[in-house]
């Protein structure tokens, strides 16, 4: 096993535009520095697209941070070099570094509305760029801004060119900083988690004009992010990286159909591909968390994780990254990569028992409220039974958490009924009802680090719940059963005594879910529980939700906006947008043809990592509207590519039935809808 | 932005209504009432006064009638600009507080004059270089002049510039010559510029650690541009808004500067008339007061919302 | 802030609150109500020594405070002539007249400085903690009410919070306190219609945002009642930002209240005070030999209202750095 540098593999090609020679960064704490970055080396080439993908705190926007020489106060480069073509970036200063920045080198940041100026116009900030690396003068700036705004696909430049921040959307905004980024024609441009902020439909789009930015501009990219799926469409080659060090390097072809790496491997394995489901194929979390960045293991840092892991020697010393392709350039940081049996399948789980499906318990027939000016909710009409798992599905706007507080009795709804076992809730606000509805109907929230009271102990908080739900009343039965839940949901029992803050994100949406069944419910909503985790942990806190729901034969009504996760775990799905029931059915029904329009877009905006599957490309046109002013019709007109005008626009959608449970409302006549080409097909090599 | 300032001024005059009422209902009340038989009276004369004389006397001062109506009445001569008599200096309300309100004014005009520039240069210096040395300096000296009271700024200054090296008189005798307004003078700067340069290196802070100053930078801007366009319009807002307030403040430090510089302003004239039991003067200066307060706080709305391009365009 | 803090801090404000308003009441009893407060004190000292020591202007803050503190407590233990005894009057510093040392001079009336600038701390620490505890109970509890109940409790507290803070704050100390009369208590009335509308304000802005939290809603759904929500769920979780108000108001309350002393409004003499020192050396006694009546009591004012300030300062510094 050669160790080559990267060095040694580029001088073989041309003169890579970008290079990081044994980069090393830290930040300086209380007690001395910090190392966020550890021995990093890349090789990016002219015209090329390079992923950077880990999870949080792995260190990858340090790099981009560091490449522009942006770290602020406390991080420092403390050793290597970066090159931008051939010159030594960390030397610049003054002058040329200005000239750089934003001219040969520019950046697109995560959040789009904190990026930009909220007191100057979209034009002004656009028209600066010229301005000032060219020196053109003011009306040939704008002219240009103007045709850059185009080319970026934004329609009604003029308009945008007038407006503040704040008065466009978080997609149209990224398109204005992507434009911007890209108004002096930089040879290299820094990505760092462009979509992350962006609903799933927006996202696609965003995403698509990325991936043509190197054929129509030439550019070369580095694009950071946490979402392997996006790094396989965008990107040439990638570099997997864990604890801030790369553990993986390599074209995306040979990384993802060959990985050499249990991280990498890991990662893989904790995403749900698009034909499993939770039975066939069980998501497999990474044990454990990564280490603190004081306190990394010595030798491998991905050691005391790695089913692999051999003592005394994954632990001995600080592990190289060797060559494993040379032609392709893939290396990876593991001493056991010849031995490992990487092509295995996966063992097959704990024999998933199908949970057996029950009575329908929560019934919602035909849901309407409305806000001032705005119909968050209207027409709802759907069923979930004992013991299944319904999720519903839907972008910003959509009406779903409306839909979930209503349920809860934080608000009321206007008209229609939803009825628990007998029992109408509509319009029943939380505070008349009795112990026993509250008890059996919970709910898990989105955001983990604010699910629990920062003020409070994990016990006590989960013992309020039990105690005032009046499930138990002895105290040191409540004790008990206090440990029970924290059994329940893989935590140590000496968790009761924490606080939330020494907690990680996944182990406080693990509380909330233990906090969730304190009471035995039958029925729990859960709120986007995953967005805010990272992806390995989404895995493990997925499968528990699946585990204590088949133990217990709760019902799960899953709000989600990914779609990925929803068919692994749901066994029906309700599709909303602005409002509105588009589609709704079992799984395998919604996820293969025929497909409403807006599924159609949404199933293909689901970024696919595993490189056996081929997705069918669907974009859509324009933002999502307003609530406060829905169109006409059907909601989805205004972006619908199968649109009949003068028909879709006018009345809304008749409600087809495919089958007992599969509905579609679309103006579509049935045949077409019959006819349509399924998105994700299997890939032979 | 136009439904905005309809709201707030309706919201004001509303206040005003409360304010005004509140204030003739105080001093309508039967404490006043004595201190007003007093005032005019004499304490014996009030002492020996039966009950039944009490009420003639009250009669003949027409406070005996119903609450609203003289209320009305009252309202109506204020808006006709009169307000009074003085009884203690036996001219009327209306002139004496012309008097009062331009020699504060004066002092006024000048604060604002000099704390503006020199406040928001300072503020803006040290935020800019966070945790530098000019930094650490102007802080240092901000958090010393905002700790310090005005009476003690008084007296420090007084016992180093006037006695000590004889620069200024320490009263002011109000003569001709401008040298008597300096203590004064100095002593309110002193506390405005510190708490102004604290504000606005707060702000300052926060605007360049923010996520579109960091776009500004690594787009290639040079330096001044990015601190004159992109940071200042931004960390201006708040500042801007609180000089307005400033007014108010001004309001509350000119009685005890005033005082003890015994400088005939409207401060003194105020807290004399409190002392007096002067109720139609100190009725008079209390409704001025708030008027100025009110319309300063309207006027710092006003451009807050002028400024703030998210809430003046939704 | 756990229970120990709160002990120590009962310790010392119960019996000088005691010995300040109450000590002609309680006769020889007083002699020994301020024992157990000197050592609470130092032990606080020494904590908040421990906990602040990454923030050296706290730090410096809290040594200001705890001085004055000190000297509050520990001054009938001192030895300081009376305060009020008339001995040698327009005595310079370090004068030694009678066997008695002058360290800082003697007043107009001949009573000793030093003894009447350690004994006038007391006056302004107790009512200005005081008046400032009632203050935020008030504005917190207002506060909390209109953020978290909002709809009409929300409009009126705010409508009367408007109305208050359309006043000058000297302008309605004045008004107060010729209304009601001038006493302590009045003041403490007075400092309560100035500061509990902003006070109002912060904590209503707090618990707006701490509303939209998910853990307030989770106690929805159980369908916790508002008061416990209140309480439990949103109080704790305001603290720091309040405890860095609280310090820097503790500052104005007592500016404000020498400055009511000052001007004659406030406290009554004899007994001295800082603000009824500067008063009558600025009257009787302006000229430059004689500036030390006025500079010391001066010097000690901004001494405490700097700790105060620094204090604040800091914690919002270490608040930061979290």
């Keep these: 096993m050669q160790i080559m540098s990267a060095q040694t593999n580029a001088a073989a090609r041309a003169t890579p535009i970008l290079e990081c020679r044994n980069l090393s960064i830290a930040y300086a704490g209380r007690t001395g520095d910090v190392p966020a970055v550890i021995d990093f080396n890349l090789a990016l080439m002219p015209g090329e697209a390079h992923g950077l993908v880990g999870e949080s705190g792995c260190g990858k926007s340090t790099i981009a941070l560091a490449i522009m020489q942006y770290l602020g106060r406390a991080g420092r480069v403390v050793g290597g070099r970066i090159l931008f073509r051939g010159r030594d970036l960390l030397a610049m200063k003054g002058e040329e570094l200005r000239s750089i920045r934003g001219g040969a080198i520019a950046m697109v940041y995560q959040e789009p509305m904190a990026s930009l100026n909220p007191s100057m116009t979209i034009g002004a900030q656009l028209i600066e760029v010229p301005m000032y690396h060219e020196s053109m003068e003011r009306r040939a700036a704008a002219a240009r801004a103007q045709m850059m705004l185009d080319r970026v696909r934004m329609a009604d430049g003029e308009r945008i060119m007038r407006s503040y921040p704040h008065q466009i959307s978080g997609g149209q905004q990224q398109r204005v900083v992507i434009a911007m980024a890209l108004l002096s024609n930089p040879a290299l441009l820094l990505l760092d988690e462009p979509t992350t902020a962006l609903d799933v439909t927006v996202e696609a789009g965003i995403v698509d004009l990325i991936r043509n930015i190197s054929t129509e501009f030439g550019t070369s990219m580095l694009y950071i992010s946490h979402n392997l799926g996006l790094v396989r469409e965008t990107c040439d080659r990638v570099t997997v990286m864990y604890s801030g060090e790369a553990v993986e390097v390599g074209s995306v072809a040979s990384v993802f159909r060959g990985m050499r790496h249990p991280y990498t491997r890991g990662l893989f394995a904790s995403m749900p591909v698009p034909s499993a489901d939770k039975n066939s194929r069980p998501l497999v979390s990474i044990p454990g968390q990564p280490p603190p960045p004081r306190a990394r293991p010595p030798g491998c840092f991905f050691g005391p994780r790695c089913a692999s892991f051999v003592a005394g020697r994954c632990d001995a010393r600080p592990v190289p990254l060797s060559s494993i392709d040379a032609s392709q350039g893939h290396a990876s940081r593991c001493l056991r990569v010849d031995e490992i049996a990487w092509d295995a399948a996966p063992a097959p789980g704990p024999g998933n028992i199908t949970a057996t499906v029950g009575d329908i318990v929560l019934k919602v027939q035909d849901l309407s409220k409305r806000f001032r000016h705005v119909t968050a909710n209207d027409g709802l009409t759907f069923d979930a039974r004992r013991g299944e798992t319904v999720a519903i599905v839907g972008e910003s706007g959509c009406g779903k958490s409306t839909f979930a507080r209503i349920l809860m009795g934080l608000i009321q709804a206007n008209s229609g009924s939803i009825d628990l076992a007998g029992l109408e809730l509509s319009k029943l606000p939380v505070t008349r009802r009795n112990a026993n509805t509250i008890r059996s109907l919970q709910m898990i929230f989105q955001n983990p680090f604010d699910t629990l009271n920062p003020s409070h102990t994990v016990g006590s908080q989960i013992a309020r719940v039990i105690r005032k739900l009046g499930v138990l009343r002895d105290e040191s039965r409540v004790r008990e059963r206090v440990l029970d839940l924290l059994d329940l949901v893989k935590l140590p029992r000496d968790f009761a005594e924490r606080r939330p803050r020494q907690l990680s994100g996944g182990q406080k949406q693990r509380v909330g879910v233990a906090r969730a069944f304190a009471g035995n419910p039958s029925v729990v909503v859960a709120d986007e529980p995953l967005s805010a985790l990272d992806m390995s942990v989404q895995a493990a806190v997925t499968e528990l939700l699946i585990d204590i729901q088949r133990r217990e034969g709760t019902t799960l009504l899953f709000i989600s906006h990914d779609l990925s996760v929803v068919r692994y775990l749901s066994d029906r799905i309700v599709v909303m947008y602005l409002g509105q029931i588009m589609e709704q059915g079992r799984t395998h029904e919604v996820f293969t043809p025929p497909y409403h329009p807006y599924t159609e877009a949404l199933l293909s905006a689901v970024p696919i990592a595993d490189q056996r599957y081929a997705k069918r490309k669907v974009l859509l046109t324009g933002e999502i509207p307003s609530a406060a002013n829905p169109p006409a019709g059907c909601p989805f007109s205004t972006r619908c590519p199968y649109r009949i005008v003068g028909t879709c626009d006018r009345r809304p959608p008749p409600v087809q039935e495919f089958s007992a449970s599969h509905r579609i409302a679309c103006h579509l006549p049935r045949e077409e809808l019959l006819a349509m080409q399924p998105v994700f097909e299997e890939v032979t090599q | ?314 | 802030m756990n229970s120990r803090v709160v002990i120590l801090l009962a310790l010392i404000w119960f019996p000088l609150t005691a010995y300040v308003m109450f000590r002609s009441a309680l006769g020889a009893l007083a002699n020994y109500l301020l024992l157990p407060a000197i050592p609470s004190v130092i032990v606080l000292y020494v904590l908040a020594l421990r906990s602040w020591r990454e923030s050296w202007v706290a730090i410096v803050g809290v040594s200001l405070v705890s001085f004055w503190l000190l000297m509050a407590v520990a001054a009938p233990y001192l030895p300081l002539v009376d305060p009020n005894k008339p001995l040698v009057p327009f005595l310079a510093p370090g004068g030694v007249r009678h066997g008695i040392l002058f360290l800082l001079g003697s007043d107009m009336r001949g009573r000793d400085v030093l003894s009447r600038t350690v004994w006038g701390c007391q006056r302004v620490l107790v009512w200005g903690i005081t008046a400032t505890s009632v203050a935020y109970a008030v504005g917190a509890g207002c506060g909390l009410i209109a953020g978290y109940l909002g709809g009409w409790w929300d409009e009126f507290v705010s409508f009367a919070s408007n109305v208050l803070l359309s006043f000058p704050v000297m302008v309605l100390f004045i008004l107060v306190l010729n209304l009601l009369g001038q006493s302590g208590f009045n003041i403490i009335i007075a400092v309560t219609c100035s500061s509990a509308p902003v006070i109002m304000r912060i904590v209503r802005g707090l618990a707006l945002d701490a509303k939209s939290r998910d853990y307030i809603q989770a106690a929805q759904t159980r369908g916790e009642h508002p008061l416990w929500i209140m309480l439990v769920e949103l109080l704790p979780n305001v603290r720091g930002p309040i405890i860095v108000d609280a310090s820097l108001r503790l500052g104005y309350t007592t500016v404000a209240i020498t400055t009511l002393t000052f001007l004659g409004l406030g406290l009554q003499p004899p007994d001295p005070d800082w603000g009824l020192m500067i008063k009558e050396a600025a009257t009787a006694a302006l000229l430059w030999k004689y500036s030390y009546m006025m500079i010391v009591p001066a010097l000690s004012v901004s001494s405490l209202i700097l700790g105060f300030n620094l204090i604040a300062d800091g914690l919002r510094e270490m608040s930061l750095r979290d």
């Design chain 2, 1 to 314: 932005m136009g439904n905005l300032i309809v709201r707030r001024v309706t919201q004001m005059l509303l206040i005003m209504l409360t304010v005004s009422l509140l204030l003739f209902a105080i001093f309508d009340s039967d404490q006043f009432r004595e201190k007003a038989a007093v005032a005019e009276l004499g304490g014996f004369g009030v002492a020996t006064l039966s009950a039944d004389d009490y009420h003639e006397w009250l009669e003949k001062k027409g406070l005996n009638e119903p609450f609203l109506a003289r209320y009305g009445r009252w309202l109506e001569s204020v808006l006709h600009g009169d307000m009074g008599q003085s009884i203690e200096k036996d001219i009327a309300v209306s002139v004496l507080l012309k008097e009062s309100l331009t020699n504060t004014g004066i002092l006024a005009f000048f604060v604002f004059l000099i704390m503006i520039p020199v406040s928001l240069t300072l503020g803006v210096l040290a935020g800019m270089n966070t945790g530098s040395p000019l930094d650490r300096v102007i802080s240092i000296v901000a958090v010393l002049t905002t700790s310090i009271p005005q009476i003690a700024t008084a007296v420090l200054l007084t016992v180093i510039l006037a006695l000590g090296l004889g620069w200024v008189p320490t009263k002011s005798a109000m003569a001709d010559g401008w040298s008597f307004r300096g203590l004064p003078l100095l002593t309110l700067l002193l506390y405005d510029i510190g708490y102004l340069v604290r504000m606005t290196r707060a702000a300052m802070t926060e605007v360049m650690a923010s996520q579109y100053i960091r776009t500004a930078v690594l787009k290639g801007l040079p330096y001044r541009r990015v601190i004159l366009r992109h940071a200042l319009r931004n960390a201006l807002i708040v500042p801007v808004t609180l000089i307005f307030l400033e007014l108010n403040g001004l309001l509350s430090q000119v009685v005890v500067v005033e005082v003890f510089f015994q400088y005939a302003g409207f401060g003194r004239m105020l807290f004399d008339a409190a002392n007096f039991g002067d109720l139609q003067v100190l009725q008079a200066a209390t409704l001025v007061a708030v008027c100025v307060a009110v319309g300063s706080q309207l006027l710092s709305d006003a451009a807050y919302v002028f400024l703030n391009p998210r809430v003046r365009f939704t």
